[in-house]
């Protein structure tokens, strides 16, 4: 176990490395500065504006002055926010982001998880049709339709919930289902072909015959096994909810990485683009270690117990 | 199993309390200010929504009213000399934030600090009109003494310019002219900007900032004027997203949106109809340039042909829907003393002509070329507009090009496009601000377009200190520039536009330089 | 050569009327969208009267400038299409280079190989192709132009997008690919042309590729929505297709737009939203009915 941490971690290593280098190099050759505005720039503060960034000097300097930079922890400042250091606001953004994906992420497992289970209990009936087309259709329509939708229903005809913002409890909870949705319809449907699967198996058959009620086969003995396969796609998952959380971020108006990202690829903002890059990745791969922790001891009790 | 999901579900509810729990004072007014500022130190800031904010966090020696005129700020008063030269402002006995007096080596002090080669800001050229102030930042003059600044006392300051500048008073008005707190700069550097540490002297100081999220005002205490100030707490959302603010104003989560990019364009023909729809004409333009360095359209009858052949009309009625105003001048009506000249109207018989003349009838022969625009639903529709009309009436091969923000400037910047789409925004109430753009090699020109005459023209100008003569001077000027060079085609003047209730909320006139001061609003009851 | 999977055209599921709709919608609307243009009677760009609902001229309305709602789908649905082909296929060959090699081989490349897919598995990818059309967009404009490509490829985007949403989507089909070679390389005939001396890329190309078809054409039906999906992500962001051909993204992140409480043209909403749902449905159903019904386990109904 120890040591597949331990490979896991340093495998990640090089991955990050040429992640950083790969997104440097991009967005440092591609056209279009930094500091351009509508209004045009002398190119004396130019030069000092470079040199203040330290985006001068050979692309090597750069790169190799950049990472050094990164091997200390510093991110370095935003170009487009001035005097905000990366750091700053990744510290600011990084948890609005963490909280609403960590709720999509529990509403979408759970809901999926129920909806693919009852879908399957159902197998072939009205329920399952119903179920798997909903499921479908979640994952059929983009975010960005779906979210201004929501609030239109949910918040301006139905003034249920608050139409955007971010600090109150209730205001995170229709972003959260919006950006929950198509993965909560993508786990049903792995869900279901999952626990299909698992109610064939011997021990569901031995749980019935000893006359258990059926909600407790299917959620005490069929539900552990089953969960499996979603345990691991919650890995990619994640990482769909991370980009997910892009848009939803931006309609909803919820100050999370998401909108900083995007503004930062659009206006060059090199170091802030390296530094949520790098985020989003250390997040991701340090999760799919644990998640395949997590597997991996689910599995063992699945085997010690049968 | 089912104990771990418990605690794992309790753990994540934890999580969101402790991220969601703010406990603050509900704000007396709340308004949508566009994007997230890059910075509120004046001396920096370029965009409107930033520069809304520092004009109420800072007040300069003069500062506008309501209406969007000049009247005395921290000066209470001040002399000119007969040449126009010469200014002498006599500053009010007033504080900063944190109780220190306002003086006039405040400003003095600050405006080295723009002009100090080392400090990028870029706008600095704001300060060129001072008395050797373009050359101290050039490096030089290197003695700070030589540039037409002095403090003649604590309360009087000195100011003398390299022409008489009849704007100035407006510039004093300006972020970059605006007073900065040395001593807190010195204390905190760079974070001299955040909450806690910004010290400031206008009507409001800063409460909070949460990047992305909201900016809190709080009324300064200290104000000359603090008994004026009605709305004692203001909250400043940052949005980028025209839906989102205008769900956020309808559900009366926010009681003005004030940024005219944040009204769905798709809707104006909607909300233009809505009792709490408030549009002015302002001093910003919205035009196409040519780049004058590459055939075709180096030939000015070309050019001409061009912008004969747009129907500016077409374009105000079926896209823009807000009440603007087809423009055939650069500089939008409106500035005192100034009439702008009447430019290149649509006429068809006399542009397919100009394009005969130039070795193009009916369009043959005439290269393909694209239109540039950054991308944006609004530029996409009008440049689809006028890529037909070129090919409908002109018989012309036209592309469209989109390119996002950043690669459009540099594009511009390298002239490697042959007609883009702009748009220039006044900074003071004057014709010089926007011609003074396309003198030769400006930074702002970007069209390749180079004049002795027009160049010589403006430049007079700026010396005369007769308004009349000054501004019969510009028009020339401009006349040489919109109908016989034709390297830009204006096409409308923009429209300044705010969301809000008329009963509920007072103190918001419209005017041309589309300021709205944030000390001037109060409730209605 | 043998094959333990019973043929794509011989399974079940064609006589499942709902499949049989799905497969039926699918093969129209990719007619529509190669003839259709040319018959609603309107160009993309032709402007007409804004916002005129559904009527016998317009059969989906107008939008904002006048175009022919229509027509403009249907050219939409030229190009997710073709993005989403594209982009599948273009993934698919990754992929099933990538798990062939893997696979085949086996050992430790196998090993190297799988643990560098786990980690691309957990990395935001999309993110780079934000990163990548952003970056790439100028200079390989400027390439098409400077190697005469413009009339072939009239928009850099288009290409950017084929490849980097195909580098987005290989990792499944890296997987499944991996997996049946496992199988496959072990099955007598394999091992028989082995001990024939074939050579190991004719072996791949003639004895386990053939094998594979079936379900490398089924995940290909599910990587298609996927693309299509991505593109109009994009497009939301201002980096999808550009003008002056619309894709279903770029109309739809229009549509987006209109949906607020003033009012709403609702031709704008529900024909795009449509369009696009229903497709994606379709797809998905086929891929999803063609994989339980080539999947032995669930056959045993």
Not at chain 1, 26 to 48: C, E, H
Not at chain 1, 152 to 172: C, E, K, N, S, T
Not at chain 2, 470 to 496: C, F, N, S, W
Request: net charge neutral; aromatic share 12%; glycine share 6%.
């Amino acid at each position: 176990m120890f040591t597949f941490i331990l490979r896991r971690l340093l495998l990640a290593i090089p991955v990050l490395f040429v992640v950083i280098s790969l997104t440097f190099l991009l967005m440092r050759l591609t056209p279009g500065n930094p500091f351009s505005a509508d209004r045009a720039i002398p190119p004396a503060v130019l030069k000092k504006l470079e040199a203040k960034y330290q985006l001068n000097g050979t692309l090597w300097q750069q790169y190799t002055g950049y990472l050094s930079d990164l091997a200390r922890g510093d991110l370095r400042l935003s170009t487009k926010y001035l005097n905000r250091s990366v750091n700053e606001i990744l510290a600011q953004t990084l948890p609005v982001s963490a909280t609403l994906g960590s709720l999509a992420f529990v509403i979408a497992l759970g809901s999926g998880v129920v909806l693919g289970s009852y879908a399957a209990v159902h197998q072939n009936g009205w329920q399952d049709r119903a179920a798997m087309f909903t499921a479908l259709l979640g994952i059929s329509l983009p975010a960005f339709i779906l979210a201004p939708l929501a609030i239109l229903v949910f918040a301006i005809y139905l003034p249920i919930f608050p139409v955007a913002g971010w600090g109150d409890l209730d205001q995170i909870v229709l972003p959260a289902i919006c950006l929950a949705l198509p993965f909560a319809a993508t786990i049903a449907r792995l869900m279901r072909t999952s626990m299909l699967e698992v109610l064939r198996l011997d021990f569901v058959r031995t749980a019935r015959a000893k006359g258990l009620p059926e909600h407790v086969v299917i959620f005490r003995h069929a539900l552990k096994v089953a969960i499996l396969p979603v345990v691991s796609y919650s890995g990619p998952l994640a990482a769909s909810i991370l980009t997910g959380s892009i848009v939803v971020e931006q309609i909803f108006k919820i100050p999370g990485l998401g909108p900083f990202f995007i503004n930062s690829v659009l206006n060059r903002d090199l170091f802030m683009v390296g530094g949520t890059v790098l985020v989003y990745s250390v997040t991701l791969i340090l999760f799919n270690i644990v998640v395949d922790v997590l597997y991996f001891v689910l599995d063992r009790r699945i085997k010690l117990d049968s | 199993m089912r104990a771990r999901l418990f605690f794992l579900t309790s753990f994540c509810l934890l999580v969101l309390f402790s991220a969601c729990t703010r406990l603050v004072e509900k704000a007396d007014f709340t308004f949508i200010n566009g994007v997230e500022p890059e910075s509120l130190d004046p001396a920096i800031v370029t965009g409107q929504p930033d520069g809304r904010i520092c004009l109420a966090l800072f007040e300069g020696l003069t500062s506008r009213n309501a209406a969007g005129a000049i009247q005395p700020g921290m000066a209470e008063r001040w002399e000119i000399s007969p040449d126009g030269k010469t200014y002498t402002f006599h500053l009010r006995d007033t504080k900063w934030s944190n109780g220190d007096p306002v003086t006039a080596h405040d400003f003095e002090k600050s405006w080295e600090r723009v002009l100090n080669p080392n400090f990028v800001s870029k706008y600095a050229e704001q300060l060129y009109y001072i008395d050797r102030g373009e050359e101290y930042k050039l490096g030089k003059v290197t003695d700070f003494k030589q540039v037409g600044v002095r403090a003649l006392d604590e309360r009087t300051l000195e100011v003398r310019l390299k022409n008489p500048t009849p704007f100035f008073l407006d510039l004093c008005s300006f972020t970059t002219l605006l007073p900065v707190h040395l001593p807190s700069i010195a204390k905190w550097g760079d974070d001299w900007i955040k909450p806690g540490k910004l010290v400031s002297n206008g009507a409001y100081q800063l409460e909070d900032w949460r990047i992305d999220n909201f900016i809190r005002l709080k009324a300064n205490p200290h104000y000359w004027r603090a008994d004026t100030v009605h709305l004692k707490i203001i909250d400043a959302l940052p949005i980028s997203n025209a839906s989102t603010a205008f769900n956020l104003f309808y559900a009366g989560k926010a009681d003005m949106i004030i940024d005219k990019s944040l009204i769905p364009t798709l809707l104006l023909s909607e909300i233009r109809n809505q009792p709490y729809f408030q549009a002015n004409p302002f001093l910003a333009t919205y035009f196409y340039r040519f780049n004058t360095t590459r055939k075709p359209f180096n030939d000015a009858r070309v050019r001409q042909a061009l912008a004969l052949a747009i129907d500016k009309e077409r374009i105000v009625t079926r896209i823009t829907k807000a009440g603007e105003q087809p423009a055939g001048s650069f500089t939008p009506p409106g500035i005192p003393g100034y009439t702008p000249p009447v430019g290149l109207e649509l006429n068809l018989a006399k542009a397919r002509e100009l394009l005969t003349q130039a070795g193009f009838p009916n369009g043959k022969g005439f290269p393909k070329f694209e239109i540039l625009y950054n991308n944006s639903e609004l530029n996409k529709q009008i440049a689809t507009e006028i890529q037909s009309m070129w090919h409908d009436q002109l018989g012309l091969q036209v592309g469209l090009r989109t390119q996002e923000w950043k690669v459009y400037l540099n594009t511009l910047d390298s002239l490697d496009y042959d007609v883009a789409r702009s748009s220039w925004v006044g900074d003071y109430n004057d014709p010089n601000t926007f011609l003074d753009c396309y003198i030769t090699d400006r930074g702002n020109n970007r069209t390749g377009y180079s004049n002795p005459e027009y160049d010589r023209l403006v430049t007079e100008a700026n010396t005369l200190h007769d308004p009349a003569a000054r501004m019969a001077k510009l028009k020339q000027a401009e006349t040489i520039l919109v109908e016989r060079d034709a390297p830009i085609a204006p096409l409308y003047y923009y429209i300044g536009i705010a969301l809000f209730d008329r009963t509920k909320i007072g103190g918001f006139e419209p005017n041309v330089v589309d300021e709205h001061p944030l000390r001037e609003l109060f409730r209605r009851n | 050569m043998t094959s333990d999977q019973p043929h794509l055209l011989k399974l079940p599921c064609w006589r499942d009327p709902s499949f049989l709709a799905c497969v039926g919608f699918v093969v129209v609307l990719v007619i529509a969208a190669i003839a259709g243009p040319s018959f609603t009677g309107y160009r993309y760009d032709e402007m007409g009267p804004q916002f005129s609902p559904p009527s016998w001229k317009h059969w989906c309305g107008t939008d904002f400038l006048g175009y022919d709602l229509l027509t403009r789908l249907l050219y939409g649905a030229r190009i997710s299409l073709l993005v989403g082909f594209v982009g599948a296929f273009v993934s698919l060959t990754i992929g099933v280079a990538y798990g062939a090699i893997s696979g085949y081989i086996g050992g430790w490349v196998d090993n190297v190989l799988m643990r560098a897919l786990d980690v691309l598995y957990s990395l935001p990818r999309i993110v780079f192709v934000i990163v990548l059309v952003a970056a790439l967009e100028k200079p390989s404009n400027i390439w098409i132009t400077k190697l005469g490509l413009h009339d072939i490829i009239p928009d850099a985007r288009l290409l950017l997008l084929f490849i980097g949403l195909g580098l987005v989507e290989w990792l499944t089909m890296a997987r499944i690919v991996r997996g049946q070679v496992l199988v496959l390389k072990e099955l007598s005939f394999v091992q028989a042309a082995k001990a024939l001396g074939q050579s190991h890329a004719r072996i791949l190309w003639q004895h386990l590729l053939p094998n594979m078809l079936g379900i490398i054409l089924i995940y290909l039906t599910l990587t298609i929505p996927v693309v299509i999906l991505e593109e109009s992500f994009l497009s939301f962001l201002g980096l999808g297709v550009q003008a002056p051909a619309p894709s279903w993204g770029s109309i739809l992140s229009e549509s987006a737009q209109y949906i607020n409480p003033l009012r709403i043209y609702w031709w704008l909403l529900v024909f795009p939203a449509g369009f696009m749902a229903l497709t994606l449905l379709a797809l998905n159903f086929i891929g999803d009915t063609l994989r339980d019904a080539l999947d032995p386990r669930s056959q045993k109904k």
